[in-house]
């Protein structure tokens, strides 16, 4: 199975930064990521698919980038309702594997 | 506006079963693939399931390959997961989700393994 590195694990940051998020696959997937946000007792929610695609409805503070076994997510200045848990996901093949989640937290 | 409703949760013994159901509504239900996805009590996302969109295609984790079986209706719009042989490790909320992508998901189920 293609293993997800997904870094930092916990991250504290300040409303107005620009936070960058990484995620390494052990093998080549071409663009075929995503990136989901998720709040205490909710379901995920795709803010990018396709590495870069941002999902409609999503604000455009967010952007992911990236290709082959590199890719960022970046959100260009936090929002206070941004502060949740970030995973990325590769879609390249079976098994799916999400990275480990990067948790954003308030400075 | 595109919905997907889990039900079926609940407390199962060790290797007891239990049929988890996820219906969808606003979008065309047959026409696309459909996953079963899972995260335990304060622990990140997992993988389960996919089924293709005909039902003709199914893959699984390996951590329940052999126990867990997919399934759909296209005709009530729904999704299946029947677990068998349940462990205390199987303890999570299920959630399901739509596509190649996984861009739509449910609210999830929660699913307890203990004696």
């Known amino acids: 199975a293609i293993q997800m590195t997904q870094s930092p694990s916990s991250l504290s940051a300040s409303v107005g930064d620009r936070v960058t998020i990484t995620c390494r696959a052990s093998q080549g997937i071409g663009n075929d990521l995503g990136w989901f946000q998720q709040k205490p007792g909710k379901a995920p929610k795709l803010l990018i698919y396709?590495?870069?695609t941002l999902q409609s409805g999503v604000p455009s503070r967010f952007s992911g980038s990236g290709s082959g076994t590199g890719f960022t997510l970046t959100i260009s200045s936090l929002q206070p309702e941004d502060f949740a848990t970030y995973y990325c996901?590769?879609?390249?093949?079976?098994?799916?594997?999400f990275g480990q989640g990067t948790k954003l937290e308030i400075k | 506006e595109i919905q997907l409703v889990e039900s079926g949760g609940g407390l199962v013994q060790p290797g007891g079963s239990l049929r988890l159901s996820c219906v969808g509504s606003?979008?065309?239900?047959?026409?696309?693939?459909m996953n079963w996805v899972r995260q335990a009590p304060g622990k990140g996302l997992e993988w389960v399931s996919f089924?293709?969109?005909?039902?003709?295609?199914?893959y699984y984790a390996d951590s329940v390959k052999g126990r867990f079986t997919i399934s759909r209706d296209n005709a009530k719009n729904s999704l299946y997961l029947q677990m068998n042989s349940l462990r205390a490790e199987d303890t999570a909320i299920y959630y399901c989700?739509?596509?190649?992508?996984?861009?739509?998901w449910g609210q999830g189920t929660l699913v307890t393994v203990s004696s």
């Open positions: 989700a739509r596509t190649k992508g996984l861009d739509y």
């Open positions: 606003g979008f065309t239900f047959s026409s696309n693939t």
């Open positions: 396709a590495a870069s």
């Open positions: 089924i293709s969109s005909s039902g003709s295609t199914m």
């Open positions: 996901l590769q879609d390249y093949t079976y098994p799916y594997t």
